[in-house]
């Protein structure tokens, strides 16, 4: 899902504890959109009481807040990881999890863990890119399929700072264009139904 992945994506830069926080917590980000699903389904089943009504309306409007920091974050790791130094990679495993679709349906994602050798030191990598893209069995199959066969052609691109920093696949995808929008689009339409300026 769009939103999960914004609050929590690939691996994480260093970055002042509220960014880490919004970006990179995988318990935040349940907890948040669980708590959020909450009050939308009390305001639904209230008759629209006012309290809960604004309640949604304020939270969504936080979300796009932090839909928006994730864009803005995401956005400049993935751009700068195309100048990162290249370095061989050896591919240790890989797999397709699943995990429950925003549709209520089943989404999958390639999983994989590599390992490498940078400035002497071995390290060990799971970001294929910075898009945190989940969709069909078919396609994380596709993923994995391509990465396996370039064997030992493998490379990873490596954060010369932070070695902890990798990726296989670097550079921008569509989806940190549509963060940019998504999330913006959410908080202005979150304050302004809030603060009963836009009414649906």
Known sequence: MLIEKSLHYGTAMKKGTITALVTSSTVFAFFYILAFIAVVVTAVLTDGALFWVKLSWAMLSILGVFITVTAYVSFQEARQSTRWPAVSAKLLSAR????????????????????????????????????????????????????????????????????????????VRFVHMLRYIVGPAMFVIGLLAALDILIF
């Open 96 to 171: 397709v999890k699943s995990q429950m679709g925003s549709d209520s349906g089943r989404s999958y994602s390639p999983v994989v863990e590599y390992e490498f050798s940078f400035k002497g030191k071995d390290h060990t990598g799971n970001t294929i890119d910075y898009s945190g893209q989940s969709g069909s069995q078919a396609w994380a199959e596709k993923v994995l399929n391509e990465l396996k066969s370039k064997g030992i052609a493998l490379t990873v691109h490596v954060n010369p700072d932070n070695p902890e920093m990798n990726v296989l696949n670097p550079g």
